[in-house]
């Protein structure tokens, strides 16, 4: 394999410190951006290697990889085993949801009403007194390749502000989850500035939804914007991302063909 596999802590220093000077461009605190290091297809040493160099947070893509990987590290752990937080930032599929619903900790996927609902159902059965909690995944660049919530032109377009609206009111109102707030895959571009329409859109609609729905949930809270990855953490950081997805550039390049 390639030499950025073996230098995890190293890795991790310098995407901490490439967040650090991207908050510091925004006048952010660094503090304010959690660092998820998306750990699909590497094994659970490479996860135990970034949790010894201080990352508490890691995103998977497959439930049933997960379902290999979670135990293998939960038992080197053993007492650090709290310290530790799942994300699923991939597509869930209906059929997994009843396997997701106790092993993660944040769902960023979720691009339904449907799902929302099964997920809540599937927690409130694992008999766990905390909701779980969820971001909504929005397709705001429009792509038709990509998943989340319609949102295209969100900011012209009456019928899809209606649509999401209605749609975040409906899952707000589940038991079994809490939404905490928004996620988004940029489009895949030479460079990362051309990304930033993209996250200042997701933000955007974050403070619109938050004012369009307040009135009525006064409880709503969208603090969570889970949005830039390797090729696009910094300038995501600069449009006000909370939480950041990055793989390659703490593990390395993926294997071809496994995520
Ligand atoms: C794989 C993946 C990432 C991490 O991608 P990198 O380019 O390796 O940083 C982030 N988010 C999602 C949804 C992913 O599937």
Do not use: C
């Not at 590497?42 to 979670?70: C, I, Y």
């Not at 085993?81 to 209906?94: A, F, N, P």
């Not at 032109?153 to 999401?164: E, F, K, R």
């Amino acid at each position: 394999m390639n030499n950025i596999t073996q230098n995890i802590p190293h890795n991790i220093v310098r995407v901490r410190e490439t967040m650090a000077e991207a908050a510091a461009r925004a006048g952010r605190s660094p503090d304010s951006i959690t660092l998820i290091a998306v750990s699909k297809t590497h094994p659970a040493q490479a996860v135990l290697d970034a949790l010894a160099a201080g990352v508490q947070h890691f995103g998977e893509n497959r439930v049933e990889e997960m379902e290999r990987k979670s135990p293998q590290v939960a038992e080197s752990l053993a007492a650090r085993q709290g310290e530790i937080v799942w994300h699923m930032v991939g597509h869930l599929q209906s059929r997994k949801v009843k396997e997701a619903a106790p092993l993660f900790g944040v769902v960023h996927s979720v691009d339904t009403v449907r799902l929302a609902a099964r997920l809540s159902k599937a927690r409130e059965e694992t008999g766990m007194i905390e909701p779980l909690d969820i971001l909504l995944e929005v397709n705001v660049s429009g792509e038709a390749s990509k998943a989340g919530f319609a949102a295209a032109n969100w900011q012209h377009d009456g019928a899809v502000q209606a649509n999401l609206a209605a749609d975040v009111a409906e899952i707000v109102a589940l038991p079994g989850v809490r939404v905490r707030g928004l996620m988004t895959m940029a489009p895949i571009v030479d460079a990362m500035e051309n990304a930033r329409p993209v996250f200042a859109s997701l933000r955007g609609l974050r403070d619109w939804l938050l004012e369009t729905l307040s009135p009525t949930l006064p409880a709503l809270a969208l603090p969570e914007l889970s949005m830039g990855m390797t090729d696009d953490y910094p300038v995501a950081i600069e449009e006000g991302a909370t939480m950041v997805r990055v793989g390659r550039a703490i593990f390395g390049e993926r294997n071809a063909g496994s995520g």
